[in-house]
């Protein structure tokens, strides 16, 4: 069975995380409308993302889904590194790390569990950082 692409939090608490992505890609005009309807964000709700410029250099000002466009905007210099913002109006908001489209299949799963494990204290900068030592990511906020 292959991976989930998208981990989420419970609804209970959640860290400086609400989960995590993994694209399948680095073309967010082809991933974005793919997320957003995995979040159940309704087809009225204005949806605005932020990304790291960094990291999505050629980033798209707006994507087009069915029924809907989706804003892409850059995050603020610092602010934003390896993660994507997600406000979709009243259906939510959602702060994922973005796992790299092509991470190996292990690194990514231990990234998206570790993300959605409401008791990590782990900010979405340290996370690649723990994972591309080979090591596991562990919730203590130490590498195993």
Known sequence: MPLPRLTLTPDVSHGPLDGAWWP?????????????????????????VTVD???????????MAPGRVIAVEPAQPGSGAHVI???CGTAGHWVLLV????APAGTAARL???AADPENPL?????????????????????E
């Open 24 to 48: 399948r890609c680095d073309a967010l005009e082809l991933e974005l409308p793919s997320l957003v309807s995995s979040l159940e964000a309704g087809t009225a709700a204005t949806i605005r």
């Open 53 to 63: 410029p960094a990291e999505w250099p050629d980033a798209p000002h707006t994507v």
């Open 85 to 87: 913002t997600l406000d």
């Open 99 to 102: 796992v790299p489209p092509g």
């Open 112 to 114: 998206l569990a570790a």
């Open 123 to 143: 900010t979405a900068a340290r996370m690649p950082a723990l994972a591309d030592k080979g090591r596991p990511v562990d919730t203590t906020g130490d590498a």
